[in-house]
């Protein structure tokens, strides 16, 4: 046999070795759970693990997670030829970029509005009373402040994390998302609730808060109500979802449109007759 320019010659003992050597990491990587498929797993295991919310009755409770939903807003950007759904939680996002590190709920972590209304680890939230965590049972009444803080089914015995919401230093984009999970407690993270008209709000401070109400929930550091923004539609690891923000959206007669309507879901029979 001759050897000239035409034949092909490879590095055969060099291939062998290499895809031994990928062969022999990818089996390290796997008993490691390093893989980006098991990472994905297991993201999604703690974060879609499902959770009963605790059944607080007529009123919504200290100490009890709930879920905020958007019940006034479509579930689905456009429908063909479907019924459309209603209702978006707000919901903790983890990105794709993300999981490679992270696979839970961790501090930064930003916040959407996702049609999954099944309560789990990245939709419920405990309703902690502003001036004492132990407060346990008693009626969230209208004008009185309160954290969200998520619920880490995966690890409860972490460091507890609350939606923050993160006021801009200079002039923003409007398709800012400023919400986000936050290991500092300040006055960023507190929040308050209003009656939906603004004919009952100066009689209604003070009442309880009722579970599957119709209301408006403010941030008190912007001053301003929750609000859907659904022109901001984005692909995540669990559909798509719609960005969350703070802002005012005030019809001509004084009245705050759908954008701005939020209900506190506290059991499954309520969600059950949204």
Partial sequence: MTYNNSVLVGNWAEERLKNEYEFKLFLRKRERRELLLQKSRTLFSN????????????????????????????????????????????????????????????????????????????????????????????????????????ENYADPKAPPLYVRYAPAGAPEPKDRMPLRLSAVRDSNCRFTTMPLLPCDRLEGLGSPVKTGARLIIKNLVADKSLC???????????????????????????????????????????????
């Fill in 47 to 150: 974060l879609l693990k499902e959770e009963p919310l605790l059944i607080s009755g007529t009123y919504v409770l200290y100490g009890f997670n709930v879920q905020v939903v958007a019940s006034d807003m479509p579930a689905k950007p456009k429908v063909v030829a479907a019924k459309q759904k209603y209702g978006l939680a707000m919901s903790i996002l983890v990105r794709e970029r993300q999981v490679d590190y992270m696979q839970n709920i961790s501090d930064g972590c930003l916040m959407t509005l996702s049609p999954i209304l099944t309560p789990c680890c990245r939709n419920s939230f405990l309703i902690v009373s502003a001036w004492d965590d132990h407060k346990r049972g008693d009626q969230l009444k209208y004008g009185d402040e309160f954290l969200l803080q998520a």
């Fill in 228 to 274: 859907v923004m659904y022109q901001n539609w984005m692909q995540t690891f669990f559909g798509a979802e719609c960005g969350v923000n703070c802002a005012n959206y005030i019809d001509i007669h004084g009245r705050n449109t759908a954008e701005n309507i939020f209900t506190l879901v506290s059991d499954v029979e309520t969600k059950t007759k949204n």
